[in-house]
């Protein structure tokens, strides 16, 4: 059996019921594949699937395209490159998001509010351009509560918006 390690892009979900369904039909170990699925939070996301893509610890790793492109752009050839060999969504399923109560209807009434961040390398560049686009300056405060708690952040009142994942 060839052993394969798939690190998943967060706790494991509906986007990843492929992978698990496949593997308890017996679907991997018909092709001769032992696989592995790697959730993030058995480290608690401290490392994220492209590193694990890096460290090799992974052989394939769900991640979002931005991470292509950012593996792609280091300076120097600092980090290897990795690519896109399939995508398991038709379209993208990310949102910033507000709570109704705030008032924020646009991403340029996001300006000098507290955005909750992941900390990814372009994130915080994509929400700028983002605020700008629509008018506002690009000025706010980032944040970076731990991944789990990133949606408490909006609950609690200590950020304004973040970035989500959403289902249809």
Not at 17 to 43: C, M, N
Not at 76 to 104: E, F, M, R, Y
Not at 124 to 140: H, K, T
């Amino acid at each position: 059996m060839a052993p394969i390690t798939i690190a998943l892009d967060w706790t494991p979900n509906t986007n990843h019921t492929g992978f698990y369904v496949a593997r308890s039909k017996g679907f991997y170990k018909d092709a001769g594949l032992e696989v592995q699925i790697l959730s993030p939070h058995q480290d608690e996301y401290k490392t994220t699937p492209g590193s694990r893509l890096v460290d090799r610890s992974a052989t394939f790793a769900c991640v979002p395209s931005e991470s292509v492109i950012s593996y792609h752009t280091w300076p120097n050839a600092a980090k290897p490159k990795i690519v896109a060999v399939a995508a398991l969504l038709q379209s993208n399923q990310s949102a910033i998001v507000t709570l109704k109560s705030s008032g924020i209807e646009r991403p340029a009434q996001l300006d000098d509010k507290t955005y909750a961040s992941y900390a990814a390398r372009y994130e915080s560049r994509i929400v700028q351009q983002m605020i700008r686009a629509d008018g506002g300056s690009g000025d706010y405060v980032e944040t970076t509560p731990p991944m789990l708690g990133i949606w408490n952040t909006l609950l609690e009142g200590a950020a304004d918006a973040t970035w989500v994942s959403v289902r249809g």
